[in-house]
């Protein structure tokens, strides 16, 4: 190939290569699966109010997104679970609730658990189903990977501290993946974010209460999370009005009609600094 | 030293740089990963961290074990399936088939390599994990269902590679056999497959390691527990998905526990590499001296 | 046994198994393409991804993967191509080649999870780069270039030496033999082996997710992230957004691969033709 062909292909390429784009039209959000999909739906909404502006947001696990903050790789990290006190440097916005719901296939004859024995189902001490029902068959219990904030979550406000997750259980990296198995699985049993919960699922109610946006407000379902926003600082820019318009009215309720609770109601979770009115 | 000679030392100087940049790439990966993953297999104890059976890196507890023997008992799985089957295409294509067949059937079989592992774990997910769940029991996401689409997945390897050694077989083994009266099948049982059997180890070593480094679909099938599979169908873990499962937020610590698995899979990797160079190429030795 | 019987059982046993291999690819594409065509419409490939990807089309997806495919096409080409006519034209077999060549062969023996560790801690993190066309591309390069390697002194070996001695007998330097004469005419094999590593990327899932990310957006430059079809289908699959789409991916990433496979037959006929 000619020289100054060469160079010119060389130095087109240069040119494509260095366009971040417009700057600052574009910035990640990574972080927790849970919050992934509604911060999906927030996104589309929002882009399509903002031309030109590009939301990209990545998985990863809320631990993976809580380090893409602090790294600098992501603008907005998303995490399902409460800050541990070595991440609290990170500038934290409850955008939503979660309800945890304890999910098993619907033709399982169970309907209702209390905490102990989803503790002892998790914890591998109950290993076959004839202790609650009369099917005869071993458990399939299927949690999230470790770095999940609703494993987080999970581990926190149902095992307790100190109790571990049995090591014999079925391991996935999403909630989707997690319903899916439940789905399919007649024998299994698992965890996933209340918002995510389909027909194709039945969620158990725990101590014969019902896993429901009404209970949780009341405080009668204790399983509840919240969803956040982390931010290296304060938001600027078009990250604080993609914040904007996640917690506006519009923002919330476009998540509301999804199955997950609005920011601002009931009382925020102990130790959680909230500083974005 | 005139122009002309100038220019053409310039672009052997270039040539040789690109050329290095294999050797580089290779250079950069190998650093990196044992410079992250080494320190921390001694931190705790070179035993514990292989032999240890723990993995709950929230509490600092880094045993690799159950994906160890995770990884071994899929592989050993897949070649089981794998090598049977693969061997027969490669004998059937070879010394069973006309030149018509078989220019119908290598490129069927090349589409095999083809297809993207995620849709192989993705047909494994639909079909085979119902299937063994219903009929064997288990939660079917197993070491069985893991081993099956793995043996899927390496046959084009073993197939092409033990294509190419049984037609490296000097004619002259097969038509000397056959003037002595065997069938067919005699030639191929006696004289073409021990010839050959340098290649067909390669082969086998060479799906070995495939088997060993694939990821997506076994992540798909096996369940990935962090326990020491008790029985085929128990939920297995294997040293690729552990990287894979908690690579995006793995710090500290956890990330060279991680990297630390990736050198363990590196030297596995690299030694059955050896293997399959070595007896391929005393393959090639062999052939030269006896023709 | 006899030894006739032996053989009919042995043949019968051979074609047992060599008719379950053909069945199970065969059932393979069967079952994608019959549950993915339907979904596959003018739409569907032309329109965004709707609410996740429950609704709409791949589009962005296959941008994302011709982009990255295409990126990293370029980055692997000349270093392989590079590599394949120092091996052959620059040199013999000392130490160097071997040390060169067993560098490639490592390299093609590594397992795509490892780079794709590899290029989310240099590119993603360290470089801060972060997820992007960029790191994707450069990650996936890395996983073409044995492959390329490989084919491309594969066809600069086959051409015929007369074509190199003519040359140097008119007068011309090294190189412009190289460029002038052998290349052209092992341009057929080099073209082949660059098809063959672009249907593997297009395959590739392992170290795109982990480098390219997964964002939906279409890529408006080389530090966008973007999702290939193989990771949307990944995650359509996996957890149940729409069965429908992932098969309707699944149904365009085949075809696309027996597209491919189909091209390089074909161009490996011809070129072989061209020189009985």
Known sequence: ?277 | MNKLDRDERLVKLALLVLAFSAVAVLAVITVFIFGEGTPIMFKHGLGKFLFGSDWYPSEKSFGLLPMIVGSLFVTFGALVIGVPLGLACAIFLTEFSSRRLRRLLKPVIELLAGIPSVVYGFIGVVILVPFIRTTLGGPGLSVLAASIILGIMILPTIISISIDSLQAVPRSYREGSIALGTTRWQTTRMVMIPAARSGIIASIVLGMGRAIGETMAVIMVAGNAVSIPGSPLSPVRTLTSNIALEMGYASGEHRQALFATGVILFIIIMVLNTIATVTSRRARGKRKTAA | MNPRREQKIATAVLWFFVLLTVFILLFIIVYILRKGLPVLSGSFLTRNPVDMGRAGGIFSTIIGTIVLTLAAILIATPLGVGTAIYLTEYTWENRLTRVIRFGAECLAGIPSIIFGLFGFILFVTKLGFGWSILSGSLTLSFMLLPTIIRTSEEAIRSVPRDFREVSFSLGSTRWQMVTRVVLPSAIPGIVTGIILSVGRAIGETAAVIFTAGSALNIPTSLFSSSRTMSVHFYILAREGISLDNAYGTAAVLIIAILGINILTYSLMNKYIRKYQ
């Not at chain 1, 304890?102 to 189903?129: A, C, K, M, Y």
């Not at chain 1, 470790?146 to 090591?167: C, D, P, W």
């Open chain 1, 1 to 277: 190939m000619r020289p100054w062909k060469l160079s010119l292909a060389i130095l087109l390429f240069a040119c494509v290569a260095c366009s971040r784009g417009p700057a600052g039209r574009q910035f990640t959000v990574a972080g927790s699966t849970s919050v992934q999909p509604f911060a999906d739906r927030w996104a589309e909404v929002f882009m399509q109010k903002h031309p030109g502006l590009a939301v990209n947001v990545q998985g990863g696990g809320s631990s993976a997104g809580i380090q893409a903050a602090k790294s600098g790789a992501a603008q907005i990290g998303m995490s399902s679970r409460e800050l541990k006190p070595d991440e609290m440097e990170l500038n934290q916005i409850i955008v939503a609730r979660d309800g945890l719901a304890i999910i098993v296939h619907p033709d399982s004859p169970l309907r209702n658990l209390t905490l102990q024995e989803v503790r002892s189902i998790f914890g591998g001490e109950i290993r076959n189903w004839k202790v609650l029902t009369r099917l005869d068959r071993e458990i399939d219990v299927v949690t999230r990977e470790e770095g999940s904030g609703t494993r987080g979550a999970f581990q926190e406000l149902v095992m307790g501290k100190g109790k571990r997750i049995s090591k014999r259980a079925i391991v996935q990296d999403s909630n989707g993946t997690v319903r899916e198995i439940v789905a399919n699985d007649p024998y299994s049993i698992g965890y996933i974010s209340l918002g995510l919960v389909s027909g194709r699922v039945r969620a158990l109610t725990l101590d014969g209460v019902k896993a429901s946006e009404e209970n949780i407000l009341s405080k009668e379902y204790p399983l509840v999370r919240p969803f956040l926003f982390l931010t290296k600082g304060p938001a600027a820019g078009p990250v604080k009005d993609f914040i904007d318009f996640v917690l506006s009215a519009e923002g919330q309720e476009l998540v509301r009609k999804e199955g997950l609770i609005p920011a601002g109601e009931g009382s925020p979770p102990a130790g959680s600094g909230r500083s974005h009115e």
